[in-house]
């Protein structure tokens, strides 16, 4: 009995690794068609991305900065997810606590280092907890649709700050930024000429904190029951209004977090193009829908589009192979996963067809 339920085990490991493997293969397939339109050896490019992402201490440390914020959205929305309620604002939440960081940063004085930097994160994940809050509490009390809001208020959270750092916030420079952070707002790097800081060990938390809230909690058992059957989990007590705005909260104060350590860690000034092709709200976003909002598949895919992001710059200056080949790896790969997600759920699709009917 024991060594058929350990077979079993076997087999259902080995058909998610190949849910995993199978897209990623077929992404990497088209793009090492682009890469030979653009006159590049695919093997010699993957194999050059492989090697400045991973095995040297400085691209790796490199792949782990890219990869940080990655991993805080991901979490993000694996909440949302997970209860099958799409939360796709992560970004203008990444947009508002970034640029609130950003003040924070240098017009509060006079503090200690530890303590600036904590209120800049708290002021940040609070100033997104609020933004989600609006399409939260939009979705638990009207039933206005998430993925038009959210999206609508990204444009908003980027047009808004873009306009107050070319006005009223700038500085008057040749590019429009805020004025930098002050030192003691700022994280620590692990090197310091790499992209990596202290904000990995922020991610790591948050990642945790997820991981703990979705396996070992009622809150997380509810998520689930939620995302499973939402009319049945409000019909037994679950309180779903109530909980989907505290994903939208929870998963908003992540987003802030992360455009904070982006701030605070790389940049030091905010600057409207600081999150950009496609923006790390939206590769936490891919990352979490490749991962089927598993906690450790988002910890990996993270890790996966940090290394491209930092490969396809070193690829770019070594090899003259332009950036948007790996955005074409990335998008094709998300492609892939929605067909398969469409193969698995064909038979539940066409039942909702007949019913339509």
Known sequence: MKE????????????KFCDILIPLLLA????????????????????????????????????LGYATPIIIT????????????????????????????????????G????????????????????????????KAKLNVNEVVTTIMLNSIATIVTGFLTQSYLGTGDAYAHTENILQTARLVKLDSKYRCTTAIFIA?????????????TKFGYDINCIG???????????????KIIWIFVIGGSFGGIAGA?????????????????PGIGWDGFFACILAGSEPVGVLLY????????????????????????INIVKSTLVLFMALKLFVNHRGALQELLVRGR
């Not at 790591?204 to 070992?216: G, P, Q, S, T």
């Not at 350590?261 to 092709?277: L, R």
């Open 4 to 15: 058929n339920d350990f077979r079993n085990k076997a087999v259902a490991i080995g058909i």
């Open 28 to 63: 990497f397939g088209v793009g090492a068609i682009f890469s030979l339109i653009c006159g590049c050896n695919p093997f010699t490019l993957y194999g050059y991305i492989v090697k400045k992402a991973f095995f040297s201490m400085g691209g790796f440390l490199n792949t």
């Open 261 to 277: 350590t982006e701030i605070m860690g790389v940049n030091y000034n905010f600057v409207n193009t600081f999150s950009a092709n």
């Open 228 to 242: 499973k059957q939402m009319e049945f989990s409000d019909a037994v007590g679950m309180r779903v209004s109530r």
């Open 74 to 109: 991901g979490m993000a929305t694996s909440l949302s997810l997970k209860a099958k309620v799409f939360n796709m604002g992560v970004e203008g939440q990444v947009f508002v606590g970034a640029f609130v960081a950003a003040l924070a940063g240098y017009m509060i004085t």
């Open 302 to 325: 993270a890790v996966v589009f940090g290394a491209l992001r930092y490969g396809a710059l070193a690829a770019q200056t070594g090899l003259g192979v332009p950036l948007d080949l």
């Open 111 to 138: 503090l200690p280092t530890l303590l600036h930097v904590t209120l800049c994160l708290v002021i940040a994940a609070a100033a997104g907890a609020l933004y989600a809050f609006i399409p939260g509490i939009l």
């Open 204 to 216: 790591l938390v948050i990642w945790a904190f997820v991981f703990f809230l979705m396996k070992r």
